[in-house]
């Protein structure tokens, strides 16, 4: 079978009792296989020696068996412990991982990293494992979470993940080859705010300027981000568009989603940690050049400043057009969540007052895409300049001093003499 009953009695031996009872002997008589692991999993006795167990036998199986483990609720379960384990190291994520410092490797990462495999194994199953995975809502940004692991073992393993994430668009929307990048990028803002971070990569530019961060492990960050802000455009007729309707389909994040993001690395001072790394990388001798990944890194890095590049060369095209409501949206991603946003905000209800009913139009259908996108507030008429507060009276407190009083006292009574 898959599980000896062995393995698993020996597994669930209570130090304080008789062993319990084994799997085997839980398991509903007639159960496949793929249930009989499912309901493994989801016991509360389950430790990670028994996710590594899980893990191997997911190898070994096709995309029937995976799908017939997710229809038992096996995948939603180990995204639960998961949680449950993210859950129990949050307070020591937010307060004790910065750069610099690295939690110790303890039971809990190795669960951690246990649990990622299995749900790397499940989507390496191709479209059915990974859509199962995906279409957790909890799975993402639990994975995400994981960055802020000690082991460098677990955030690796999550940054693949995450990948795997950004090729499947079709597991978030059919009609959008573009949808898994979205997803992606909204995690990582959800996880600015739950770890209170300055910036939405702020967790991909910590783990990258660790000291104890190697060669391999930056590989890995800096093959997610270029990843992430890749864009493709096919051309009509090149048989992209899933409708084969010879449409133009882009995949990736637009350009002021991509402006954003690189806004927010510049932010953190990203591009001088990749040239402190290449400093470091001309130091290495060449016959230790392939157990560093010494070539490997220099050639991301190559690839992340030429994205770079051609994402400046399309916004200065952008400008010499002179497409406004393109500069605007990049405007607005670059200020989102900043003191500048409300100075944009207040400019775009000027533009809504204009007398141009083609104008207004196209200001109004711009505020619907950045609401929708969860960026700034509307902006509408009431959206003015504040007014200034006048003097604040705590209650049956005195009336607040008026105007200065001219000199030389009071003007004297009439008739009175000089």
């Known amino acids: 079978g898959d599980f000896s009953s062995s393995a698993a009695g020996g597994m669930f031996v209570s130090r304080r009792g008789p062993p319990k009872k084994s799997f085997t002997n ?75 410092t690295a939690q110790p490797a ?23 494992g990974t859509k199962a995975v995906l279409r957790d809502p909890a799975a993402l940004p639990q994975v995400a979470l994981c960055l802020s692991a000690g082991l460098a073992s677990v955030r690796v393993i999550s940054l693949d993940i995450l990948g795997l994430a950004l090729s499947d668009s079709h597991s978030f929307a059919a009609d959008d080859a573009g949808a898994g990048h979205k997803a992606v990028l909204a995690v990582f803002e959800q996880l600015q705010h739950t770890l209170r971070k300055q910036a939405s990569m702020q967790v991909i ?65 990203f591009p001088d940690a990749l040239e402190v790394v290449l400093e470091t990388l001309d130091r290495i001798p060449e016959e230790q050049a392939a157990e560093t990944d010494r070539d490997r890194l220099r050639h991301l890095i190559d690839e992340f400043k030429e994205s770079a590049a051609r994402d400046k060369e399309e916004l200065d095209k ?42 207004r139009g ?5 505020e619907a895409t950045l609401r929708a996108e969860g960026g700034m507030k509307p902006f509408g008429p009431d959206d003015g300049p504040a007014k200034p507060a006048g003097p604040k009276l705590k209650p049956g407190g005195p009336p607040p001093p008026g105007p200065p009083k001219p000199p030389g006292g009071p003007p004297p009574p009439p008739g009175a003499g000089p």
């Not at 809990?108 to 749900?119: A, E, I, Q, T």
């Not at 890749?230 to 051309?235: F, I, K, L, V």
């Not at 882009?250 to 991509?258: E, I, K, N, Q």
């Open 26 to 100: 839980i398991a509903v008589e007639g159960d496949s296989p793929a249930a009989q692991i499912a309901l493994l999993v989801k016991r509360p006795e389950a430790v990670a020696d028994t996710f590594a167990i899980v893990h191997r036998i997911l190898e070994t199986k096709d995309e029937k068996w995976v799908d017939e483990f997710a229809e038992c609720m096996g995948v939603a379960a180990i995204v639960d412990k998961l949680t449950t384990a993210n859950h129990q190291r949050r307070m020591a994520a937010v307060t004790s991982v910065m750069p610099g």
């Open 205 to 269: 530019v910590d783990g990258f300027a660790q000291p104890q961060c190697d060669n391999s492990e930056k590989c890995a960050y800096l093959q997610f981000l270029n990843k992430l802000l890749s864009h493709t455009t096919a051309a009509p007729g090149h048989g992209m568009s899933p409708e084969g309707d010879g449409k133009q389909t882009v995949t990736g994040l637009d350009l002021a989603s991509r402006d954003s993001v690189r806004a927010g690395l510049r932010k953190l001072h």
């Open 106 to 128: 303890d039971e809990n990462d190795k669960m951690k990293l246990n649990l990622l495999k299995c749900l790397e194994a499940i989507m390496a199953k191709g479209k059915i």
């Open 318 to 359: 952008m400008h010499s057009e002179g497409d406004v409501m393109a500069m605007i949206r990049v405007l607005a991603g670059r200020t989102r969540g900043s003191k500048e946003e409300k100075f944009l905000a207040r400019m775009l209800q000027h533009l809504i007052a204009l007398d141009d009913d083609k104008m």
């Open 362 to 366: 196209k200001v109004e259908q711009l």
